[in-house]
Structure formats: structure tokens, C-alpha cells
């Protein structure tokens, strides 16, 4: 956890679970930035602080059920489940969908990636490529930005995000790939030339 | 066969070893997959490298203040809202022209601003240009002129003037009241004109600008409070 040690933390957790409402106040706002910046890209910034919001409150009402070793993986369970469902109560007029119009359990065949073409022009700068990722992320099917967002940006283990999403590991292996493969193909399909260009 | 779903697992070094060896030692002889393996460990780095947005207020509840901090910002919120109501509707009933339409609107008033103002003034009162403003209203005119503001005044003085209602509105008009309700005297001057010739509303509960105090008041105590409820 940012700023705090892990030992600091568990301290702060417990402090926490015994009702301490200024220790678990300490570590919501060790998790907060991590937080949004998770539920921007999940629900989008119009609802991205009520999620947060929602989640802290959400977890410091049940903080005494809260028995893992990882605070951090427990809060971020409570804002991906909140982010999943407010997603999912979009579905009357959806912007991005929940799944794949056909989900396909053979990953190969999906995530046969698109092959650079000889007359792709080359993305000088990141900031551009960034730009590219950040669309194509907010094309993924929720589950699989979850995911993906969980490992690159958190920093999460397989383990842990099969955890926060209650997924099995190989769930969360096959969202990871197709993810990053469909961020992947969206450089690549603008241009993009990979780490050698 | 290239291990394709393989290959961010083991960017991720989140394969068995097994796993890891087979496809470790696929990358070896198939430049096809080390070049897809190059670009997916570059797409990672730039989804790691995403600008982190931060949010425009303080997320973490303020779950150490007091329970009752959170309904005393509401309540606050609504009686500064309700007293700024009052303050407008007060102001605007106030500002209202009631009387212009003539003997219409303006006798619905009267009975009860002038039975407020009569006791004070007493039989003895005068009636100068400032009693004028109720004389138009005043449909039981009795005999002195500050007892004939009233609508169940029951002066003593001067029973006799009590027959000529239209001579107390339009003397008192003039500041000569007194004598003509004494006199009796039948004036033919329209209670409507006189009306407009005193125009001293008469004041019906507290000023408007207690209520806009009151709406300051709590607005400034919402906001203290709401400060508090987001302070870090």
C-alpha cells in the first residue's frame, strides 16, 4: 500500500475492524486515488466518485466481516462489484457492454491478432498511443477491463484478481490475454509498429 | 502451434513451471511469437503508463465525525431554504398593490390590520394623514377617528358618527377627521381616492428581513457544517 508498510497497515486494519474510525478513515485515503482512477475507466467519471464513495462507505459498514490479508484486494472487491453493478443497471440503455455479443471459449480463434499491415504509418509519441489505449479500453467488455486494469495499472497478482472478481485463475488468465490482445490490435490497427517502432 | 494464450500469463510470470519452460523454450525457435510477446509487454507498459485521474473532492466518509453531523447539515440546509421562502413571499405580499382594484380586494384586509391598530391609538387618537391609509377599508367606521379604523370598534365617544361611514374615510383624509365625524358631516369624496393617497401598507407579521437573516443564518451553518463532514 502506498505510503503505508504493510505492518503499518495491518495495524491500521485492525484498529479499523475494532472500530476505529479515524484508523479506517487512514486507509481509505491510502486507496482512494487507486480506487477511482480504477472506476473512471470501469463506470466513467460521472459516476465514478458515488462508486468510490459507495465502496468505502460499503466497506467500513462490513469491516468486521473482512478476514483476508489484503485490505487493499478487499476494497478493491467491494468497487469492482460496485462498478459491475452500476454498469449492469445501464443495461436499459447500454454505452459499453457487460460481454462479447459471443463469448467464445476458445481463445484462440478471438484473439487471433490483427497483423500490421506494410503501410502503417508510425505513432511518433506515447501520449498519442495513449490516447489509443484509453479508447480501447473503454471498448472491453467490463469483466475484461477489470481484469486487465486489476493486473496493469494495480499491479494485482492473477491470484488476487480471481479473488477481487470471484472468478477461477483460468478465467482471469483468459481476460487478461484477450484484454491486452484487443488493446493490442487497436495500436496496431492505428499504426502502431509495437516496441520496435 | 504458436502458445498465443500463453504469452501475457508469461509476461505476468503467472505460469506453472512446466508451463513457463514449454513456451520459454517455443520463443526460443518462433520469432513470430517473441515479436507478438515484444508488443503485448509494450501494451502492458502503456496501460501501466495511463494518466491517473484524480478526483475533484475528498471520497473517504467521514465516518469519525458525530452520527448527528450529517442530518443537522440536511436540516440546516432546509430551513435555510424554507426561511429564504419566507423571506420572498413575505416581501412579495408586502409589495403587492392590495386596494388598487377598489372596494373589491381591499375590504377583505381591512378588518384585521385595522382592529391591530386601533387600541393603541384610543378613543383620544389623531387622525392624521397616516390613519387616512386604513380609512378606505374601514366598512363599520365608528366615532372618533382612530376608533373608526376599526371594524367592531366599540368607541365611546361621538356615537352619533357612527351613521356616516363615508365621512370618516374621506376626512381623515385630510387630517380633519375628528371634527367631521362629530359633525356628521356627509362627504362625497370615493373611498378608492383615498386609498391611493395614503399609501403606508399595513405590516403583517415579522419583517421579510428576519426571514432573510434566518436563511443566512442556517445557509452559513449547512455550509460549516458541510465543511466539516469533507474535511480531511
Known amino acids: 500500500m502506498k505510503g503505508v508498510s504493510a505492518e503499518a497497515s495491518a495495524l491500521l486494519v485492525e484498529r ?9 478513515e487512514q486507509l481509505a485515503r491510502d486507496v482512494e486515488r487507486p480506487l477511482y482512477r480504477h472506476a473512471v475507466r470501469m463506470v466513467g467519471q460521472a459516476d465514478a466518485e458515488d462508486v468510490v464513495q459507495d ?5 467500513w459498514r462490513s469491516l468486521t466481516s473482512f478476514e483476508g490479508s489484503s485490505f487493499r484486494a478487499w476494497i478493491f472487491r467491494i468497487a469492482t462489484n460496485r462498478a459491475l453493478d452500476r454498469l449492469r443497471s445501464r443495461r436499459r440503455h447500454p454505452e459499453l457492454p457487460l460481454d462479447p455479443p459471443a463469448e467464445d471459449d476458445d481463445d484462440r480463434s478471438w484473439a487471433e491478432p490483427a497483423a500490421p499491415g506494410p503501410d502503417l504509418t508510425d505513432i511518433a509519441a506515447d501520449r498519442e498511443a495513449l490516447v489509443i489505449v484509453e479508447e480501447a479500453l473503454a471498448t472491453l467488455p467490463a469483466e475484461q477491463r477489470a481484469a486487465l486494469l486489476l493486473r496493469d495499472v494495480e499491479g494485482f497478482a492473477y491470484e488476487e484478481i480471481a479473488s477481487i472478481t470471484t472468478v477461477e485463475i483460468g478465467t482471469v488468465k ?12 487497436a495500436l496496431v490497427a492505428r499504426g502502431w509498429k509495437g516496441p520496435a517502432g | 502451434m504458436h502458445p498465443f494464450v500463453e ?14 519452460a514449454a513456451v520459454g523454450t517455443h520463443l526460443g525457435s518462433c520469432a513470430v511469437c517473441r515479436t507478438r510477446l515484444a508488443e503485448l509487454r509494450d501494451t502492458a507498459r502503456l496501460i501501466a503508463a495511463l494518466p491517473a485521474p484524480v478526483p475533484s473532492r475528498s471520497l473517504v466518509p467521514r465516518v ?25 413571499a413575505s416581501a412579495v405580499m408586502s409589495a403587492l398593490p392590495f386596494g388598487t382594484g377598489g372596494g373589491a380586494a381591499a375590504p377583505a384586509f381591512a378588518p384585521v390590520s385595522n382592529a391591530s391598530r386601533e387600541r393603541p391609538a384610543g378613543p383620544a387618537g389623531a387622525a392624521g394623514p397616516t390613519g ?19 371594524v367592531n370598534a366599540s368607541p365611546t365617544p361621538a356615537p352619533e358618527a357612527q351613521r356616516s361611514l363615508q365621512t370618516d374615510a374621506t376626512k381623515a383624509v385630510t387630517g380633519t377627521a375628528a371634527p367631521a365625524a362629530q359633525r356628521g358631516e356627509n362627504v362625497t369624496t370615493s373611498p378608492v381616492v383615498v386609498a391611493y393617497s395614503a399609501p403606508e401598507r399595513p405590516q403583517l407579521g415579522p419583517s421579510p428581513w428576519i426571514w432573510l437573516v434566518l436563511a443566512v443564518g442556517f445557509g452559513a451553518l449547512a455550509f460549516v457544517l458541510q465543511r466539516r463532514l469533507r474535511a480531511r
Open chain 1, 16 to 24: 479499523a475492524r475494532r472500530g476505529d474510525a479515524r484508523a479506517f
Open chain 1, 55 to 59: 465502496a468505502l462507505l460499503a466497506a
Open chain 1, 174 to 185: 483468459s481476460r487478461i490475454h484477450r484484454g491486452r490482445l484487443a488493446v493490442r490490435n
Open chain 2, 7 to 20: 504469452l501475457s500469463a508469461y509476461i505476468d510470470d503467472a505460469l506453472d513451471s512446466s508451463a513457463k
Open chain 2, 64 to 88: 469519525s465525525a458525530p452520527f448527528w453531523l450529517a442530518p443537522m447539515r440536511t436540516l440546516a440546509t432546509l430551513a435555510s431554504g424554507a426561511a429564504l421562502f419566507l423571506f420572498v
Open chain 2, 132 to 150: 387616512a391609509a386604513d380609512q378606505r377599508t374601514s366598512l363599520t367606521a365608528s366615532a372618533s377617528p382612530a376608533a373608526g379604523f376599526a
